[in-house]
């Protein structure tokens, strides 16, 4: 008979971590992880027949967890306020199949630049349901921009000059940097006085003023301000900050806001333990904000409120397959395994933590510490440090978990390594989304001088 344990309930937005039979403890949010005779699977579909169907390292994207997420933080806010909308960041996870799962629900688009502009293009989305927030543009991306039809959101005022020698758009904005900012590790903190982006009030001024003598219709104002937050009193305090700004804006040069964008940055959990985004809590925070600054700034219209998520829909939707490649013991215990920083590169960027499971033993006593590390020749290519684990062979699998944002997105060909493959699981099937690079992927596209002529 085969046993079957839920490793996670059903999303829950608070509550004290538990431990199945096998010892795994619960984080409260892999609901479509399961526990079958020991071997993980996803959305039912084992992770042996995923790794021995599609090879590892190999990402894994449950379709219905991102419609669930989608779907939980599009609703919370538009339950409280109708004049709303949520666009998908891109950059965050690119693969088509799950742009167009997110297109298909009613997200738009947060682009980075033209690629993810062609990509997102590529799956349907309307042009005016994407919004350009570039940095430190080359005039071609600022044409290419334009003439894709997107709304830009510029990074700077004198990028409105460059960009109006190519024609005047009907909608633009500018990203505000509101002063303060917030992140889960330094490198994700986008506002405040270090901060790369965005503009000071008094820059944004000149800017807006410039626009709207350009003739430009439609004005937004956005911000970026930091990344995987998980405290809801920041929430109420940035958009305060934003909106207040958004506000002397409309009032000095008498013009109404088409949209006020307060980014992304929406946290999920990476430790056992950590309480998930009261997402409801957070929705109510913000529009009361929102609402309260509206309306004590009579002329400032009925811009609609904009975020653009883009960890929350997909992070905890992902985990990264790899399999045991050699076990070693000297001063330290590590697990070796086919997936490296170059698969996955938070940690190595951010000291990002992951949390990681033995999938082929997850009913084994966890009775080692060991480091987790991959085939890159670095010694920050780490996964995972001092870890709880069974006693493992080559051939094992591991599960990392929260894998789906900033995974395949930041991965690399760094050692020569192919890139990964994705499979996007749907209603109990295994779908490949992306193929695995070979070896001969790495000698395309290079021709050597010599050998030519
Ligand atoms: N919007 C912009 C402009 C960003 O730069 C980012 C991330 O860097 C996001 C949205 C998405 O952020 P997150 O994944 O934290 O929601």
């Known amino acids: 008979m085969v046993r079957t344990t839920r490793l996670y309930p059903r999303p829950k937005l608070t509550g004290t971590p538990r431990k199945t039979d096998g010892g795994i403890p619960l984080a409260g949010i892999y609901d479509y992880l399961e526990d079958k005779d020991g071997i993980l699977t996803v959305d039912g579909v084992s992770s042996v027949e995923l ?61 980075a630049g033209p690629g993810e502009i062609r990509m997102a293009r590529s799956v349907g989305f309307p042009p005016d349901r994407i919004l350009y927030s570039g940095n430190y543009n080359s005039d071609e991306e600022l044409r290419y921009g334009l003439e894709s039809g997107a709304v830009i959101n510029l990074d700077d005022g004198p990028l409105l000059e460059r960009l109006l020698k190519f024609g005047t758009p009907e909608a633009l904005c500018f990203r505000i940097n509101p002063g303060f900012g917030k992140g889960a590790y330094p490198g994700v903190v986008t506002a405040g006085p270090d901060a790369k982006f965005g503009m000071r009030e008094r820059e944004a001024l000149k800017a807006y003023r410039r626009a709207k003598e350009a003739g430009i219709e439609r004005l937004g104002v956005h911000m970026m301000a930091g990344s995987n ?117 938070r940690p ?48 094992d699998l591991l599960a990392v978990l929260n894998a789906g944002a900033y995974g395949y997105a930041m991965a690399s060909r760094f050692n020569s390594r192919p890139m990964p493959a994705e499979v996007l699981v749907v209603d109990g099937e295994a779908h490949l989304v992306r193929e695995r690079e070979t070896l001969d992927d790495l000698v395309r596209g290079e021709p050597v001088p010599s050998a030519v002529a």
């Open 51 to 111: 790794a021995s169907r599609f090879g590892t390292p190999l990402y894994v994207y449950s379709a219905r967890r991102i419609r669930d997420n989608y779907r939980r933080i599009h609703d919370a806010f538009a339950a409280r306020r109708e004049n709303f909308r949520a666009n998908y960041a891109v950059k965050a996870n690119n693969n088509l199949s799950v742009l167009d799962l997110l297109r298909q629900e009613g997200a738009g688009a947060d682009c």
């Open 229 to 345: 937050v998980l405290e809801t009193p920041y929430w109420a305090a940035i958009t305060d900050r934003l909106t207040g700004i958004a506000a002397r804006i409309a009032k000095a040069l008498r013009i109404e806001l088409d949209f006020i964008d307060l980014g992304g940055g929406f946290g999920v959990p990476s430790k056992i333990g950590e309480t998930p985004l009261p997402i409801q809590d957070v929705a109510k925070k913000v529009v009361d904000a929102y609402e309260r600054r509206l309306a004590s700034t009579p002329g400032i219209g009925d811009p609609t409120l904009m975020i653009e998520p883009g960890r929350y829909l997909v992070s905890d939707a992902g985990i990264l397959l790899a399999s045991v490649t050699h076990v070693k013991t000297s001063a330290k215990r590590f697990v070796g395994c086919d997936a490296g920083m170059n698969t996955l590169l």
């Open 348 to 395: 190595a960027l951010y000291g990002a933590y992951h949390e990681i499971l033995p999938a082929t033993k997850l009913r084994a006593r966890r009775s080692v510490r060991a480091n987790v590390t991959g085939p890159i020749c670095e010694n920050t290519d780490m996964l995972g440090k001092d870890r709880r684990l069974p006693r493992l062979e080559v051939g």
